[in-house]
């Protein structure tokens, strides 16, 4: 039966990943979004404390807690700033399908260096014509022996050009559509992985977006995650299991707002008066 209450360590983890939010994250977040530069000083004190990995099984250097855990990091994170967050959901993002996919062999070869480090991953799915249809995407998996070639762009990937590794679905023939997608992981070291230029957002501007472009990108067969086919149904796995990332973040941002709406209206008077005390506010 579901226990709506908090566990004694889930109480820590989520006063734990405030702290790190009020101490760490938010004085540094007006400067990280007017110059639109990523602390990276903050992945690697998070990463240090054990806020960042933690869906990743203990065995492979994460931390081995739950979605829900993460879901109570992700609204204290973000109530610090948005943008340093999105980066840091992103990078969950882009190991969720290892986590739901990966056998013991690649969790070695891929997660546990990984892990190893103060590092961001990235999930490639967004095409020019494909989002939230994810049937149309067009960049193309070609099998050539024992590696697959990549060729296509992905567009809007948060982490792409800092990550240090991509998860990217792609298709064996646009014709098959979802029944033709498979998802591989890979490093940015590979030949033919270039970048574009970072993105000039409204907002979340901390957090790095760019374009992955594949140029006859070699990747190694043994890097697929799942079979042939199955790339659709770990996408939807994989995309279920963030929103919910999502919407937590959106409660820290809104409960973000609503404090300091609260703040400023105790501080600012009026007519002799804070502006609090006005019904209007109130």
Not at 66 to 92: I, M, Q, R, W
Not at 163 to 178: F, G, I, M, N, Q
Request: glycine fraction near 8%; include cysteine.
């Amino acid at each position: 039966m579901f226990n709506p209450s908090l566990s004694d360590e889930q109480k820590a983890l989520r006063e734990l990943a405030r702290q790190f939010a009020t101490n760490e994250i938010a004085p540094l977040a007006a400067e990280a979004e007017r110059n639109e530069e990523y602390p990276w000083a903050l992945v690697e004190k998070a990463h240090s404390i054990g806020l960042i990995n933690i869906t990743v099984p203990e065995e492979y250097g994460g931390g081995g807690l739950g979605y829900f855990e993460d879901c109570l990091v992700a609204e204290e994170l973000s109530a610090g700033c948005a943008g340093v967050y999105s980066s840091l959901v992103a990078s969950t993002l882009g190991l969720t399908p290892l986590n739901l996919a990966a056998t013991p062999e690649q969790m070695d070869l891929l997660m546990r260096p990984f892990c190893a480090e103060p590092a961001l991953a990235a999930f490639c799915l967004t095409e020019p014509g494909a989002g939230s249809d994810v049937a149309a995407v067009r960049t193309r998996a070609r099998r050539d022996g024992d590696v697959y070639v990549l060729n296509g762009s992905k567009r809007f990937i948060t982490n792409g050009g800092v990550a240090k590794l991509y998860t990217v679905v792609a298709s064996l023939d646009p014709e098959l559509r979802h029944k033709g997608l498979i998802v591989l992981a890979l490093t940015p070291d590979l030949p033919g992985l270039t970048f574009g230029k970072k993105e000039d957002k409204m907002g979340q501007r901390a957090a790095q977006t760019r374009e992955v472009i594949f140029e006859d990108v070699r990747v190694p067969a043994s890097n697929r995650l799942g079979e042939e086919g199955e790339g659709f149904r770990l996408v939807m796995a994989t995309l279920d299991k963030i929103r919910a990332e999502v919407a937590a973040a959106a409660v820290g941002v809104a409960r973000a707002a609503m404090e300091a709406s609260v703040r400023y209206a105790q501080e600012r008077e009026q007519f002799g008066k804070t502006i609090s005390s006005f019904q209007a506010i109130q």
